[in-house]
């Protein structure tokens, strides 16, 4: 059973910065893309960041070049969002997803994704 679990959410001012953790249990993800999307309160569940399959190419939206880094460590699991100069409009739910058979060109739609975590909620003040 494969288990995604996010942590590192809370309250930051803007300007702050904030470092989320996604841990996957059950499974290795060293073959999988990797992925993180948020959503904003009354909207939807938007991409954030990816890795492809292989790990070797990373994608980000244009609303958090720049200041989001995704990075992952295949020998413990986990995948990483570090986020700086935060924005009121980044306030989120921030998830993580993964899946195996996810190709480059789906890789920034939330259907490819057969696992998620729970979610982790980051709210940026003004």
């Known amino acids: 059973q494969v288990h995604l679990a996010e942590s590192g959410g809370g309250l930051v001012q803007a300007g702050g910065s904030r470092r989320l953790s996604c841990s996957a249990s059950?499974?290795?993800?060293?073959?999988?893309?990797m992925a993180w999307f948020r959503q904003p309160p009354g909207k939807e569940r938007e991409f954030v960041a990816g890795f492809s399959r292989t790990g070797g190419y990373t994608y980000y939206a244009d609303s958090v070049k720049g200041r989001f880094t995704i990075s992952r460590d295949n020998a413990k699991n986990t995948m990483f969002l570090q986020m700086n100069d935060l924005k009121p409009e980044d306030t989120a739910v921030y998830y993580c997803?993964?899946?195996?058979?996810?190709?480059?060109?789906?890789?920034?739609?939330?259907?490819?994704?057969?696992?998620w975590g729970q979610g982790t909620q980051v709210t940026v003040s003004s």
């Open positions: 059950g499974r290795s993800f060293a073959a999988y893309a």
């Open positions: 997803a993964f899946d195996r058979g996810v190709i480059t060109s789906s890789l920034r739609l939330p259907n490819s994704y057969g696992y």
